[in-house]
C-alpha cells in the first residue's frame, strides 16, 4: 500500500506497541494498520470500537491491543523550503496501489445508500420537473465525495466524545451539503454555457435555461430551509457563508478573465470560494454534530480546506494533461473562456508569448493550441503538482489529532487518492 498513511500514522503503530507490552521490534507497516481496520471495521460501523481488543498478527510476533487510546502524536514530517509542512508525499508511488472511489467510501456505504434514497424523496417531494432536472446531475457518475466527508468526519471525530451512532443532524447535514453542491453544479453549468459534465448532457442542455436555474434555485432554498430547521447557529452561519462564498468566487473568476496579472493568492482565493469553502465546511459542520472540541473543530475545516484546494489544483492540472473523453468535458476549456488557473500563473512567469497569446483572446489561428503547448513546456504544470502537493500535506497533517481508526484511514487515502489523480 502507499506510503502516505504508514507515515502518518507511524506514531500510531508505536503506541499500540507500548499498549501491549510486546518486546519484538517488529514494525507495523500500513499492512498491519489495514489488518486491524478490516477485523474492527464491523465494530466502528456501528459506532463502536474504541476500545476493542483484537490481535494483530506479523510473522511470528503477536499483539493484543487492549485500548484506542491516543498519544500525543508525533509527525513524520519536515519543513521544505517554503516553509510547509511535508509528510514526503511521493507522486510516483500514487499509480502503482491505485484508490478507487468505491473502496474509498466503502465504511460509510451504508450510510450513502440511505443519503441517496432520502435525497430523492427531498427534492421530488414537490415538483417532479425538478426533480427530473436533479436527478440527471445526480445520476452523471457522482462519487457523493462532501457528503462521504461529512459520514467520515462524523464517525472518527464521534469515536472522541463516545458517540455510539450518527445523529439526524449529522445526516441531515450530509443531505444538505450534497444539494448545495448539486445546485452549484447547475449553476455553473449554465454560466459556463457548458454542454457536458461528466460526459452526459447538463440539465440546462436537456432542460433549457430556464428550468436549470430554477432547478439550482430550487435546491439552494430546500437546503437553506432543512438547514435552518437543524437550529445550531454556528453550523448555520458556516453554511450559509459558503452559499455566499459561492457568488463571491463566481464574481471573482467574471471579473479577472484574460488577465495576466492575476496573482496565485486571488486563484487560492477564488478556488477556495468555489470548491474548498464547501468542503471544509463540511467536515467541520459534522465535527461540530460530533460534539467535538474546538481545537479537533478547526482541524477538521482546515483538512478540509487543504484539501479542497488541493482538489482543484489537481482538477486545474487535469484540465491540460486529459482528454475530452477522460474529462467529460472539452480540454482546456478553462484557457479558452479566459479563467487562468495554476499551470497557467505558473507558466506566465516564464513565458511572455504567452501573455501575448492570452491578452489577444486567441485571436489568431492556432493560437490556442500553441498557448497550451507553451503551458505544458513551461514547468506550469510540474509546479502546480507541487502546490496540489503542499496542501495535501497540510490537509494530513491536520488529521493527526484523531484516533486510529478505519474512518481516518479513509480521510486519509481521500488526499492520497486526489494526488493520485496526477501520478
Not at 487535469?318 to 482528454?323: A, E, I, K, S
Amino acid at each position: 500500500m502507499m506510503s502516505v498513511t504508514s507515515r502518518s500514522l507511524d506514531f500510531t503503530a508505536k503506541n499500540w506497541v507500548a499498549s501491549c507490552g510486546c518486546s519484538s521490534n517488529a514494525s507495523f507497516e500500513r499492512y498491519s494498520v489495514r489488518n486491524y481496520a478490516k477485523l474492527s471495521s464491523r465494530g466502528w460501523s456501528r459506532g463502536y470500537g474504541a476500545r476493542k481488543s483484537v490481535c494483530c498478527k506479523r510473522g511470528s510476533t503477536q499483539c493484543r491491543v487492549s485500548s484506542m487510546k491516543t498519544a500525543e502524536p508525533t509527525v513524520n514530517g519536515r519543513l521544505n523550503s517554503k516553509g510547509l509542512f511535508s509528510t514526503g508525499l511521493d507522486l510516483k508511488n500514487y499509480s502503482e496501489t491505485p484508490i478507487s472511489p468505491a473502496k474509498l467510501f466503502e465504511v460509510v456505504a451504508d450510510d450513502l445508500i440511505t443519503l441517496n434514497k432520502n435525497l430523492k424523496s427531498i427534492v421530488g417531494a414537490e415538483n417532479p420537473v425538478l426533480m427530473s432536472a436533479a436527478e440527471q446531475i445526480f445520476s452523471a457518475g457522482g462519487k457523493r465525495m462532501r457528503p462521504a466527508l461529512v459520514f467520515l468526519v462524523s464517525r472518527a471525530t464521534a469515536e472522541l466524545v463516545g458517540l455510539k451512532e450518527l445523529t439526524l443532524k449529522h445526516r441531515r447535514l450530509a443531505e444538505i451539503i450534497e444539494m448545495i453542491h448539486t445546485a452549484s453544479l447547475i449553476h455553473d453549468d449554465v454560466l459556463d454555457e457548458s454542454n457536458l459534465r461528466r460526459g452526459k448532457e447538463t440539465v440546462h442542455q436537456l432542460f433549457g435555461t430556464r428550468v436549470a436555474v430554477l432547478a439550482g434555485d430550487f435546491m439552494f432554498a430546500q437546503s437553506s430551509w432543512y438547514l435552518a430547521n437543524l437550529e445550531n447557529l454556528d453550523v448555520i452561519k458556516l453554511i450559509s457563508q459558503v452559499i455566499k462564498d459561492f457568488a463571491s468566487g463566481e464574481i471573482k473568476q467574471a471579473s479577472s478573465l484574460f488577465d495576466c496579472d492575476v496573482q496565485l493568492e486571488e486563484y487560492l482565493t477564488k478556488s477556495y470560494y468555489k470548491t474548498a469553502s464547501l468542503i471544509a465546511a463540511s467536515t467541520k459542520g459534522a465535527a461540530i454534530f460530533s460534539g467535538a472540541d474546538n481545537s479537533i473543530i478547526e482541524k477538521m475545516y482546515e483538512y478540509g480546506r487543504n484539501l479542497g484546494l488541493s482538489f482543484q489544483v489537481v482538477d486545474d492540472i487535469l484540465d491540460f494533461t486529459q482528454t475530452a473523453e477522460q474529462l467529460g468535458k472539452p480540454a482546456a476549456s478553462d484557457l479558452a473562456k479566459g479563467n487562468l488557473t495554476a499551470p497557467v500563473i505558473f507558466a506566465l512567469e516564464k513565458e511572455q508569448k504567452l501573455r501575448d497569446i492570452i491578452e489577444s483572446e486567441f485571436s489568431e489561428t492556432g493560437s490556442f493550441d500553441e498557448a497550451i503547448a507553451l503551458v505544458k513546456g513551461s514547468g506550469g504544470i510540474e509546479r502546480a503538482q507541487e502546490l496540489a502537493k503542499e496542501k495535501a500535506d497540510l490537509a494530513l497533517q491536520n488529521l493527526q489529532c484523531l484516533p486510529p481508526s478505519v474512518f481516518r484511514l479513509a480521510l486519509e487515502d481521500m488526499v492520497a487518492y486526489n494526488l493520485q489523480r496526477i501520478a
